[in-house]
């Protein structure tokens, strides 16, 4: 019952969001290259659908690779800080540097440095996705209970079993909603990859029709890259769901009935 | 052979000439297949040529003047575009006339993201515009939107892709070339890294051949050439590429072209270029133009 | 399965960090430990109890002394599912369930066993800690003393040869007291178990044990160790033997001056 | 302060929704507290007895039957200041010091204090529960008895109508329990409060309360209600008291079947 | 000891990685335009520190008030999502969907909606910080242990006082970990900002030294960037250290002597 409200209420805000624009437009006659209306980016994706699926591919690509990079090494980094104090101290501030660094700026140098084609893409999806899965994570990992621990040594366990059995589980939490954050930021830096270092993708659709004035394609275009990154990111909440136990799911809790 | 060109900005009828060049098969003639890649901006493309990551450039004259005189090994081989596009642009209804008075209390939107920005500081200068009586505000790549919006009154941009566009998406534009104030450069043209042309002086001479071939074929068949363009980017806006094109084919024309041949250069029109460029500011020092620039390849 | 080791603490004394300066929890602590022996521990709250228990376990390092299994300082490799410890709280993982908690230590410590061979293991225990038809809540779905039960199946299921107890049975109603010290005691009997066990109940510690350490707080030291002669079985009705009642006295004795003035302080 | 309310508790229900269907833990509970009394609850583990605490105190709301204070269904707005609770864990808030977390219910309950008087108020309980010196400690930073005690301190602090203890003095030794018991009737005393009390020790429950409930596992129901008469104040002494004896044995009765039932079930 | 050593091997670490770049650009005979060495970098920022620090004021600003305006409505949006099933459900969606909009396409756009000067700088880097502030405030508010507001219901609390003195505090270590993340973000955003919509700023000056191939500039104004921004964030970890008691922070525990 609840459910099907729900999914109806998003359906009519949805649809009061998209009138309103609409009537918007018509009424004040603004012109499609400032913005155009909804009805014409829809036609406009349905003439270009061959051409947007096409050029999904590769953006696709370049998203899923430089996430995936950016979760392995961060996740990575992530251990090490938590677990060294070594590494964390010797890490951090050049890892800040780092994400502080306007890798946008560097885009162009990126080019010239790792050539063209898909490299230069997963190299700044994983750039700008990297930072939250290691601030998450390693947040995760030492936020654990250290009675827990405490009791897994009394065990005389390894610290191995003591990460994979407690610690891991303990930091899934904050490593979906890192992963979560982390997606949309590969989508965001594998367009701005594709604006700079790519003659295909949805990313070089919108930048090249934007230079182009095609205000339409672009926002096709645009619509396009959104739909494909909710289905990622619906991809990791799936998996959330799947992974985590009902224990430590958000809406677990105690229930009366 | 296979070679790789990298453009100035992505695909427009502006390049529509290259697309015919390789659809009627000039390079295929000269034994050479074409790695075609749009560009994101001039400098960039300079850049990239510089460092050899691709062997030949389709880029703005000043760019590579520049690239050059920092250390970039590059060598142009053909002037495509003879003449500036660089325009002020401004709906009809609030027309410009006067620069000096038309222009008192207006909002003027120039494009931080090129060089036309640097022509219009030296418009300011040689014209003795008081600046402090109109807004510049940055506007990049959003000239026609802007304009459209009133957001400004004027802004800075080539006439064949910002004017035209305005025009296509049905505004009534005018402009005044930067041309007709003074600045007399040398726009887009083909250029290669020089160590490469060094090593490879045969297959730069071909390949120059072909491009040049498709400029000249596509100024006498206009519609063959826009046709080719259509057909490899089918979901560009038509009437504003087939507005564009003629335009283009225009600007490349000069009084030293007409003489010799499409793609050739003067020592004073490089000349020219650099002094405007040190007037800008944006070149340090001198250099000597011969050696950026050779006729030579267009036979 | 090998034999317990005899433990040996030596002038063990532990302080602790806090932020007004250094807190000494443990002085200079030594007493001996036979293989397969039960002691008690005693104390007033905040003695040291559960502080001795981790640093048994190797959880913590001592700040001065040092604990010999068989003459051998402690090597955590060597623990290796050596040692059972039942946590003062229940510290279960709320992402498994009562079973899955209880399959945890054997996971851990006896590599060898297969995976329903564990299960087995792990059932029946909770089958004798009253929780058949619990085995698949998760902890937040178990009342207080019920995780209690679930942390101490934990530590009873993989028979380990030394076994540490903080004030395992103090939540229970007196009838699952009762099973589950039977369950210990006979789990002791039949293997060479060595218990240390925390209570703060005089007449459990004075039932169960061979040995009772009594100690007192501030700083943590150990006041008298004492024999219980007492023979086996010992049934209920030997807390109205006069020896029984007498000893439990004496040791309420000794807790009492210090706790008092603990108290008013 | 206003008097304690008359609370009626008519056919109580609490289901709980599970992995495996709903499960039911209070069925159909009864019973009357008159104003100022002094009730224990006892019962074997997992019978409802925390449950019935969170029903009490507004925090679970009932499948079906109802709660009256004074006759009228319990709203929150009214229950604000009247009502303390000691949970079954210490449940402490780690990043407030023990004074702090003291001073926590006062801050809720009792507006119109002074934070100089909330202070001294707090610091009067610690001290009384043997915490003087530990009062800027952290939860982390202290024994699993004294985390226990700050908790009581904190229901005790702001002297409320109505007070829900569940297992309060079950990690503490006898000694400390003594002490808190003989606080604890001293405030019921001398002020009009209600205490509603849950312990597994059935001795304890006789020499405290007024009133025994008895409840029985699987369903949660409530078995006998006993009225103890002894007379107040009653001293270690009327554990001899053959009386005294014989209501433990029958109160043991009472929970020995069932348990013994749940054990082998 | 300890401290001193790790603030030697941290300076160790930096020194290194600017020998090994100053090295490398020097034999391999890397053009400045390509990649300016070290030291040809740190004279430009002391030939230009006037007008580098001067450029560093409207970054800032937008930088912060950027922040500032992503952390407010991100954390009021957090708690209508922890608190409200509906708001959740009718608000997570379109959440989603906007953060995986590619808004950098949009900065042109927004030059027309929002005018030109501090407030599109201001609004591209609020877009951009705003999501993992709501994403990992929502997530400690929900995680807060269940028992504990059952004793502030048992007190009769109120919801504002549940609110500040158990949720709040108890959401503490994750909206920092946020806090982290977005800076770093709002940074990006501005200077994204600042590329597309500004004629002053270090992102301005990033730009157009890039576009006349002035590549010591352009490196003297990232690094400046990422001083300021290095700057920002060590304010935020001071604010977490300071709000944050003891018994919250990462490297609290039990600890023995
Ligand atoms: N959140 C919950 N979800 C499902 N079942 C629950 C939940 N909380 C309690 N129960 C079940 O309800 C029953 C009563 O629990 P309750 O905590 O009231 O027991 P109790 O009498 O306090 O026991 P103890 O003496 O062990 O503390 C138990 O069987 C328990 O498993
Ligand atoms: N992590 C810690 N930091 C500082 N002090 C601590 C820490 N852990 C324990 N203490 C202190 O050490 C002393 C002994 O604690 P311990 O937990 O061993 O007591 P205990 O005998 O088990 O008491 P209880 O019967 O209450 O559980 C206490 O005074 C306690 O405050
Ligand atoms: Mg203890
Ligand atoms: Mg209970």
Redesign the pocket.
């Known amino acids: 019952m609840y459910r099907l409200s729900v999914t109806l209420g998003q359906f009519l805000v949805f649809v009061v969001f998209f009138a309103i624009w609409e009537l918007l437009v018509d009424l004040l006659h603004i012109r499609p290259v400032i913005l155009p209306a909804p009805t014409a980016i829809a036609e406009k994706i349905w003439e270009n659908r061959a051409l947007l699926l096409k050029e999904s591919w590769p953006t696709f690509a370049a998203i899923s690779l430089g996430f995936i990079a950016a979760v392995v090494s961060g996740f990575l980094l992530a251990v090490g800080i938590a677990y060294s104090r070594i590494v964390r101290d010797l890490t951090y501030p050049f890892l800040i540097a780092a994400q502080i660094l306007p890798k946008i700026a560097f885009a162009p140098l990126f080019l010239i440095w790792f050539g063209f084609g898909l490299t230069p893409k997963i190299v700044i999806a994983a750039l700008i996705a990297f930072f939250p899965i290691v601030i998450n994570t390693a947040k995760g990992l030492t936020s654990v209970d250290k009675e827990l621990l405490q009791y897994m040594d009394s065990l005389g366990s390894s610290g191995w079993e003591k990460f994979t059995k407690i610690s891991l589980p303990w930091a899934l939490p904050y490593i979906f909603a890192a992963l979560k954050i982390s997606i949309t930021l590969a989508i965001v830096g594998a367009v701005v990859g594709e604006f700079v270092a790519a003659g295909e993708g949805l990313g070089y659709v919108i930048n090249s029709s934007n230079i182009t004035l095609n205000t339409e394609l672009m926002f096709a275009a645009i619509v396009t890259m959104s739909v494909l990154g909710i289905l990622m990111y619906l991809a990791i909440v799936l998996l959330e769901r799947y992974m985590l136990p009902q224990g430590q799911l958000e809406d677990s809790g105690h229930s009366t009935m | 052979d296979t070679v790789s060109i990298r453009l100035d900005w992505a695909y427009g009828s502006e390049h529509a000439p290259i697309f015919l060049a390789i659809k009627k098969g000039f390079f295929a003639d000269e034994g050479i297949e074409v790695k075609l890649m749009p560009g994101e901006g001039s400098s960039v493309t300079a850049k990239l040529v510089g460092n050899r990551d691709a062997d030949f450039g389709y880029a703005t004259a000043d760019q590579i003047l520049i690239a050059a005189q920092r250390g970039l090994p590059l060598l142009t081989t053909a002037v495509i575009l003879q003449q500036n596009a660089t325009a002020l642009i401004f709906p009809k209804d609030k027309p410009i006339k006067d620069l000096k008075k038309d222009l008192a209390g207006k909002t003027v939107g120039v494009q931080l993201k090129s060089t036309t920005k640097l022509q219009w500081d030296k418009v300011k200068g040689d014209q003795k515009l008081d600046a402090t009586t109109f807004k510049e505000v940055p506007a990049d790549l959003a000239i026609v939107p802007l304009l459209s919006a009133g957001r400004i009154d004027a802004g800075i941009g080539y006439f064949f892709n910002d004017g035209l566009k305005a025009r296509a998406a049905g505004m009534d534009v005018d402009w005044i070339l930067f041309e007709d104030l003074g600045v007399k450069i040398y726009s887009t043209a083909l250029f290669t890294n020089s160590e490469f042309a060094q090593k490879n002086p045969d297959l730069v001479r071909r390949f120059t051949r072909a491009f040049v071939k498709g400029w000249i074929y596509a100024k006498a068949h206009e519609p063959e050439a826009l046709a080719a363009f259509i057909e490899a980017n089918p979901e560009t806006d038509k009437v504003y590429a087939k507005m564009k094109l003629p335009e283009v084919l225009r600007l490349t024309e000069s009084e030293d072209v007409s003489k010799t041949t499409m793609g050739h250069s003067t020592p004073e029109g490089w000349n020219s270029l650099q002094e405007t460029l040190l007037q800008m500011g944006v070149l340090p020092q001198k250099i000597d133009v011969g050696t950026i620039y050779t006729n030579d390849y267009l036979k | 399965m090998g034999k317990a080791p005899r433990i040996t603490i030596e002038d063990l004394s532990l302080a602790?960090?806090?932020g007004t300066g250094p807190?000494v929890?443990l002085d200079r602590v030594s007493f001996d430990i036979a293989p397969g022996s039960f002691v008690s521990v005693v104390?007033p709250?905040?003695?040291?109890?559960?502080?001795?228990l981790k640093l048994l376990s190797g959880v913590y390092s001592p700040t001065s002394g040092r604990i010999l299994f068989d003459g051998k300082p402690v090597e955590k490799e060597r623990l290796q599912g050596q040692v059972g410890y039942v946590f003062?709280r229940a510290l279960l993982l709320p992402w498994r369930t009562a079973l899955q908690n209880v399959m945890l230590t054997m996971e851990v410590a006896r590599r060898s066993m297969t995976r329903a061979q564990r299960e087995a293991e792990a059932l029946k225990w909770l089958e004798i800690a009253g929780l058949k038809g619990f085995e698949h809540r998760f902890p937040h779905e178990l009342s207080g003393g019920m995780q209690q039960r679930v942390s101490i199946c934990r530590a009873l299921a993989f028979r380990p040869q030394i076994l540490l107890m903080?004030?395992p049975f103090g939540a229970l109603d007196e009838i699952t007291r009762e099973t589950l010290q039977n369950e210990l005691l006979q789990l002791w009997q039949q293997t060479e178990t060595t218990v240390v066990f925390?209570t703060?109940s005089i007449p459990e510690a004075v039932i169960l044990s061979e040995q009772i350490v009594v100690m007192s707080a501030r700083p943590?030291r150990v006041v008298e160790r004492i024999n219980v002669p007492f023979p086996r079985p010992r049934v209920d009705s030997v807390r109205e033997h006069p020896d029984f009642v007498e000893m439990a006295g004496h040791i309420r004795s000794l807790l009492h001056p210090r706790a008092h003035a603990i108290a008013a302080e």
Chains 1, 5 share one sequence.
């Not at chain 3, 709250?45 to 001795?52: D, E, F, I, M």
């Open positions: 602790f960090r806090t807190f929890a104390g709250s905040g003695c040291g109890k559960s502080t001795l003062q903080d004030e925390i703060h943590g």
